[in-house]
């Protein structure tokens, strides 16, 4: 079973900026995309930004321009880094790993691992 885990949440005041990471229990560079989502109190989980195994990016537009997504070969990390955070920022941050397999019926099959999850409070 493949591991993964946040951290790096906190409390931080608005126009800060914050840097999450997740590690995980293999290689971050195996998986086909790793993402970062969030889920703010009384909402759904939303989306915010992904990195594939070739390093393409892909961002929501809520955070294109504040939060970049980044993986470290050698600290084995995949980074969301935020700045200009904003009080409506403030959720539960989750990582996301996606591998991809072609099955013996040529269908695609997936396995997706999340996190627990890293607590980001924007306030004064």
């Known amino acids: 079973q493949v591991h993964v885990e946040e951290s790096g949440g906190g409390l931080v005041q608005p126009g800060g900026s914050l840097t999450l990471s997740c590690t995980a229990s293999k290689s971050v560079f195996s998986f086909n995309t790793m993402d970062w989502y969030r889920q703010a109190p009384g909402a759904q989980r939303e989306f915010l930004a992904s990195?594939?195994?070739?390093?393409?990016?892909t961002y929501h537009e809520s955070v294109q321009g504040r939060f970049t997504i980044s993986k470290d070969r050698a600290k084995n990390t995949l980074y969301l880094q935020m700045s200009e955070l904003k009080p409506e920022d403030t959720a539960v941050y989750y990582c996301?790993?996606?591998?991809?397999?072609?099955?013996?019926?040529?269908?695609?099959?997936?396995?997706?691992?999340w996190g627990q999850g890293t607590l980001v409070t924007v306030s004064s």
């Open positions: 990195i594939s195994a070739q390093g393409g990016t």
């Open positions: 996301h790993a996606r591998e991809e397999y072609i099955g013996v019926e040529l269908e695609t099959v997936s396995y997706d691992y």
